[in-house]
């Protein structure tokens, strides 16, 4: 599975963005997808998942600001990102698994700037 990520860039705090990841396989094949962030020095951290059917997970640090959702139709995962904090600073990368297999997307750079 190749997954394309996208839609990253600089932004104020108090602003928003949406990530998308784009899947070269049907994802509604695919049970769980992830958005993962990382910042240099630190571990890639989960930040929000969604299953095939609908089910989402996200992080106490993004509860109630950042939405995941997936459209099965168009193969493609989605990240909306309001009231962006400072801290939310990171490079964003999408993820699935395909038989016990981790795929990982390219990484997209999210700015936030005070």
């Known amino acids: 599975v190749q997954l394309q990520a996208s839609g990253g860039g600089l932004v104020q705090a108090g602003g928003s963005l949406r990530l998308s990841c784009a899947a070269s396989?049907?994802?509604?094949?695919?049970?769980?997808m992830s958005w993962y962030r990382q910042v240099p020095g630190k571990q890639r951290e989960l930040v929000a998942s969604?299953?095939?059917?609908?089910?989402?997970n996200y992080a106490d640090s993004v509860k109630g600001r950042f939405i995941i959702s997936r459209d099965n139709a168009k193969d493609t995962m989605y990240l909306q990102m309001n009231s962006l904090k400072p801290e939310d600073t990171a490079v964003y990368y999408c993820?699935?698994?395909?038989?016990?297999?981790?795929?990982w997307g390219q990484g997209t750079r999210v700015t936030v700037s005070s």
């Open positions: 396989e049907r994802i509604s094949s695919i049970n769980v």
């Open positions: 969604i299953t095939v059917g609908g089910t989402t």
């Open positions: 993820n699935c698994y395909r038989f016990r297999v981790a795929y």
